[in-house]
């Protein structure tokens, strides 16, 4: 089943056009992977589909990017409704500088998700152990989150997208700053979280992409060249740059 | 090659030494300033805190003062004081003539005679008795026995007569003079008398003054810099405003006390000489600093912090509110201290608002005339009477005081609440 559906995206810094008439789909429930060479764009057609490129200033976005029968870009959406919707992880683990249980219970409190104390402890709860990070950090809730190591932040970070309950959550290279064991850790995460969300995620790493997507999008020079199964993609692509770059060629 | 390598070396080694040395001499040269400062200012004002006490045997005649046989309270308060203080300062010396008994009762402060009331009211069991009562001695009599005072200059110099010294010499000589701490200068307003003037009304005046400044000065300060630095697009107009905002932070404080004179006092009509006026004056120089803080602490905070939040569908003003201004806080808390500091220290916009005026009353709020610390150095410092240098020093001390304790505080905030970004 087709999640987000995109249409002839275009994304302009100013004057300079970022992204080229992006076409692609994303299927619920999987892991999609946006691979390609540092400023080929992917990174920005993350940041379309929850509009945080709303927050710069010289950004615009054109074309229609569909979700749940609803173009995200049409005047009437909420981006606060939306972000509720779509949840994102960000390159750097980057934790509010308050006790663990704020980081999780701050998207529940202003989303208005609890009634109750009771509930949000629930929350935090399992949204933690979603994450994978409960055991670590049940006996310390109320120290601050920064505390943690920096894979645990993440999770932490991971945790904290997903106590909204969005339904896509958004990865914008989170591994790059961990080490591989914490990347083995998120790895499995991922594996995990897709069966309740849908999830893209931009990463460097080709192999990152090969274990934990079913399907691929190569971007290149703000074009997206190909997209497809993760299987294909990687061992049968059809574009020529395509197969120049998994096999590092350049990048 | 490798000679002319070795040299560039021992070159730089050299220039790297020389460097050193300027930082070092520099740092010496200021240190060297400062102490020689402080050292002036403590080793002037540092008397001013001890007041020197005649001790006189007052005797409490009923008759001379007026009062009838078992006098009441109000009585005691309303009865004739001032024979019986005269008389007592007279029998220092049973032999005077009536120029030196003028002279003798020059030798106390104008207050002697409530200070023998004061002693009255405390005890009414003393009357018909005599007691030694504590006076405080006249300002020249102070500065005499502190050793401030230039006994060898010719009689018609000075403003203490020969025949005052013989009898306060005497005095001295029976114990009958002590010096002690001078609760006064802190308890009481200021004075023409150097011995009875303080620095209450002028404290009491400055905080005042400083807290009207923080009321006004904080919010507006805080609003604006979060409006420009969260909310306002960047374009042409708000670089205008921003230029304009460091232009105001460099204005000289006396055109905002000519601002304070013509709006405040003319057309706003509001009374002169109040800290209320001081306090929006000062406001006005305040406002730019604080707003710098303010947004140089708001650029501090990570972009990923928003980013965070804003991902977590919080809507803008959420994420400023939640996230943004709690972290930028002890940045703005502390740069608003430092400028509540400066305007402690500010004059010449007082003066020209009106705070320089004779006040010897103690305010009560902010509508009430007062002076403030500033000033009242500035007042002191023009008086003629020996009295008042030691005061002027000893009221930088306080000064000084006061403004440590607030960079010290800032100092705190800073360094306890500032969050450290990996």
Redesign the interface.
């Known amino acids: 089943m087709i999640k987000i559906n995109s249409k002839n995206v275009d994304v302009f810094y100013g004057k300079k056009q970022a992204l080229f008439n992006i076409n692609l789909d994303i299927e619920e429930n999987q892991v999609t992977a946006l691979i390609g060479p540092s400023g080929c764009g992917k990174s920005t057609f993350l940041r379309c589909l929850?509009r945080?490129n709303d927050?710069i200033?010289i950004c615009r976005v054109k074309g229609q990017i569909i979700i749940n029968d609803f173009d995200i870009n049409d005047k009437s959406c909420d981006v606060?409704?939306?972000?509720?919707k779509i949840?994102?992880v960000?390159q750097?683990p980057?934790?509010?500088?308050k006790t663990i249980y704020e980081n999780i219970s701050?998207?529940p409190t202003?989303?208005g998700m609890a009634q109750s104390k009771n509930e949000m402890d629930e929350i935090v709860e399992t949204s933690l152990k979603k994450a994978a990070l409960w055991e670590e950090v049940k006996d310390r809730l109320h120290e601050p989150g920064?505390g943690l190591s920096g894979g645990q932040q993440q999770r932490l970070?991971i945790a904290?997208?997903i106590s909204?309950k969005p339904e896509v959550i958004l990865m914008d290279e989170p591994c790059s700053a961990l080490d591989p064991i914490a990347t083995a850790q998120i790895e499995e995460l991922i594996d995990e979280l897709k069966k309740d969300h849908t999830i893209i995620i931009v990463t460097h790493s080709m192999a990152q992409a090969a274990r934990v997507s079913q399907n691929t999008g190569f971007f290149h020079l703000g074009e997206l060249i190909e997209h497809g199964s993760t299987d294909k993609i990687f061992k049968n692509p059809e574009n020529k740059k395509t197969q120049d770059y998994i096999t590092g060629r350049f990048g | 090659m490798n000679k002319n390598k070795e040299q560039l070396l021992n070159k730089r080694y050299k220039a790297e030494k020389r460097f050193r040395l300027y930082g070092q001499s520099a740092i010496f040269m200021a240190l060297l300033f400062l102490t020689i400062f402080i050292f002036k200012i403590f080793s002037t004002g540092y008397s001013a805190f001890q007041k020197t006490w005649l001790i006189v045997p007052v005797t409490f005649d009923a008759e001379l003062m007026m009062l009838e046989q078992n006098p009441s309270k109000e009585d005691l308060k309303d009865a004739d004081y001032y024979d019986i203080a005269l008389k007592s300062m007279a029998d220092l010396d049973p032999n005077a003539n009536e120029d030196q008994e003028n002279e003798l009762k020059r030798m106390v402060s104008y207050f002697f005679e409530r200070e023998i009331k004061r002693e009255l009211l405390n005890d009414p069991s003393l009357i018909g008795k005599t007691k030694d009562v504590y006076l405080t001695a006249s300002d020249d009599l102070d500065q005499v026995f502190k050793g401030n005072y230039p006994r060898d200059l010719p009689e018609d110099q000075r403003r203490v007569t020969d025949y005052q010294l013989k009898i306060f010499d005497q005095l001295v000589e029976l114990g009958k003079v002590e010096s002690k701490f001078n609760l006064s200068f802190f308890t009481y307003p200021d004075s023409r008398e150097a011995e009875l003037a303080g620095i209450a009304s002028s404290f009491m005046g400055s905080i005042f003054s400083i807290l009207v400044c923080l009321m006004i000065a904080f919010p507006v300060a805080v609003l604006a810099a979060i409006y420009l630095e969260e909310f306002a697009?960047?374009n042409r107009f708000t670089d205008f405003i921003e230029v304009n905002i460091n232009n105001l932070a460099a204005v000289p404080s006396i055109v905002f006390g000519l601002l304070g004179l013509g709006i405040l006092l003319a057309v706003f009509q509001l009374p002169r000489s109040t800290p209320l006026v001081g306090g929006i004056t000062l406001s006005l120089m305040t406002l730019p600093t604080i707003i710098i803080a303010c947004r140089a602490s708001l650029k501090a905070v990570?972009p990923?912090?928003?980013?965070?939040?804003?991902?977590?569908?919080?809507?803008k003003m959420?994420t400023t509110m939640?996230?943004t201004v709690p972290?930028s806080m002890p940045g703005t808390l502390s740069g608003t201290i430092i400028g509540l500091a400066q305007a402690l220290g500010e004059t010449a916009p007082l003066i020209l608002i009106g705070m320089v005026a004779f006040v010897n009353t103690i305010p009560g709020s902010p509508l009430d005339p007062a002076a403030s610390l500033p000033v009242q150095i500035y007042i002191w410092a023009e008086s003629a009477e020996r009295g008042f240098v030691e005061k002027v020093s000893a009221c930088i001390m306080v000064l000084l005081g006061f403004l440590i304790i607030m960079n010290l505080f800032a100092q705190i905030i800073r360094h306890k609440f500032e969050?450290k970004w990996?």
Do not use: W
């Not at chain 2, 990923?304 to 919080?314: C, D, F, T, Y």
């Open positions: 929850n945080m927050v200033d606060v409704r939306l972000r509720e949840g994102m960000f750097k980057n934790p509010f500088p701050y998207g202003i989303h920064t970070c904290r997208a909204v | 697009p960047k990570p990923s912090i928003r980013e965070a939040a804003l991902a977590m569908g919080a809507s959420q939640h996230h972290l969050k990996s």
